[in-house]
């Protein structure tokens, strides 16, 4: 089969004939519907090898992945061939008390198991941008609900779950009245905009630097789309009658976003880092809105993407897709270091090219 694998380090991916799998037991066999391309595939190729794991290379990228079963070794999972599934990525140990709560994102021996362990699709084992995918283990199958397009679902495997869980955990501070901010309203953030509207009862403020971005915000439901410059702190405070923002989910994540973000913060608020930037703030005493909090998320619990897929299979969220065949993967990962993606770029291994360079 075609997989577009990481081959040498500080190289860029490179498409490569390899082996179709075969399910041992307790695996099952994947027909890659759709992989999803994220910018932190791009950390693997661009990072010194010094500051990564010490992956076994080659192995196949792609950690956003959904399918239709294709045959389930023994002890597999118990799911009918054809069954359009989405692929749960935040493996764990199973072992430690997180993982026993299914919060395999937050797995206390998540070092080793990614480091010296069996690693996670597309870190560390072979991944999803190939025709077919190997699940070694059957609960991190997440079967899709009856219409929902199975390559529109694949960024909802991380994009989807990792801003449904930042959001999911604070929906108590999201009663009427109030203000959740998303700053960054690309792939996660237009996602972010949606699942507010459809979870909470907050007013909903946008922000970016790209003008099309923030008319993308509003038609997905945003109350206001502001442009994140020097005169944004004004702009949320004049929307919230002077009170900031309760919520504020930063999905990029350098220095300037986080000041904006704690500009824009109500008392007692919260900051949720979404973003992977480099970024900081000072968290002292006369730096921030008293009572201010914060706190990283990554990824999502297994439950949260069964709950994530089921939203988006009554149409209350929607993943804006490019896609690209496996000959196209290349483009797809130039295009997303270029910043010319119009939606979150998917390669469907099974499908014809549909965007040209």
Known sequence: MLAYQFTTWEQDFELQEVPTPEPGPGETLIRVAGAGVCHSDLYLCDWPRSSLPSY???FTV????????????RGGADLPVGTPVAVYGAWGCNACPQCAEQSENYCENAAAVVASGPGRPGLGRDGGIGEFFLAPQSRHLVPLPAGLDPVEAAPLTDAGLTTYHAIKQQLDRLHPGT????IGIGGLG???VQILRALSAARVIALDIAPDRLEAARRQGAHHAVLADE???GAIREATGGRGAELILDIVGTDDTLALAASAAAIRGHITVVGIG???FPMGYVHVPRGLSASTVFWGAIPDLAEVVA????GAIKSDTERFSMQQAPLAYRKLREGTLKGRAVVVPHGAEVNLP
């Open 56 to 58: 076994e290379l080659p």
């Open 62 to 73: 792609g950690h956003e992945i959904t399918g239709w079963v294709e045959a389930s070794g």
């Open 179 to 182: 203000t959740a901010v998303v």
């Open 190 to 192: 237009s996602l972010a």
């Open 231 to 233: 005169d944004a702190p």
């Open 278 to 280: 480099p970024g900081s």
């Open 311 to 314: 939203l988006a299979g009554t």
